[in-house]
């Protein structure tokens, strides 16, 4: 892989809950960063879930490894990433770094819909 090879922009959030002045949670997403990608499909599916058709799309987005926390346990973290002219929210399952810490992480994510 090369740099020249992230040519799409996503943003790597974070998910947290705090309370407002009532005591009640307030759950959001907030960016952690915002980085060049690489973006592969990987295919999908369909599943009946519930006597509900869910579709889900996968997709590989390799990075430069710029040192965000992104550890293997997290399942706090999504990826929102605009392809063409929607926004959609993918979320990371899977993370394999490629050539060291000075090199590239692969983040495996899914999109359900």
């Given at each position: 892989m090369q740099i020249g090879d992230?040519?799409?922009r996503i943003k790597i959030q974070t998910f947290s809950i705090s309370q407002d002045s009532?005591?009640?949670?307030?759950k959001t997403w907030s960016d952690a960063a915002t980085v060049w990608a690489n973006v592969r499909y990987k295919g999908g599916d369909v599943k009946d879930?519930?006597?509900?058709?869910?579709?889900?799309?996968k997709i590989i987005f390799t990075v430069r490894n710029i040192g965000?926390?992104?550890?293997r346990t997290d399942q706090k973290r999504r990826i929102e990433?605009?392809?063409?002219?929607?926004?959609?929210?993918?979320f990371i399952n899977e993370i394999r770094e490629i050539g060291g810490r000075d090199g590239f992480l692969?983040?495996?994510?899914?999109?359900?819909?």
């Amino acid at each position: 892989m090369q740099i020249g090879d992230l040519d799409r922009r996503i943003k790597i959030q974070t998910f947290s809950i705090s309370q407002d002045s009532y005591g009640e949670e307030i759950k959001t997403w907030s960016d952690a960063a915002t980085v060049w990608a690489n973006v592969r499909y990987k295919g999908g599916d369909v599943k009946d879930e519930t006597e509900r058709a869910t579709g889900s799309q996968k997709i590989i987005f390799t990075v430069r490894n710029i040192g965000v926390q992104i550890h293997r346990t997290d399942q706090k973290r999504r990826i929102e990433y605009q392809d063409r002219t929607f926004v959609k929210y993918y979320f990371i399952n899977e993370i394999r770094e490629i050539g060291g810490r000075d090199g590239f992480l692969e983040l495996e994510s899914e999109n359900k819909d």
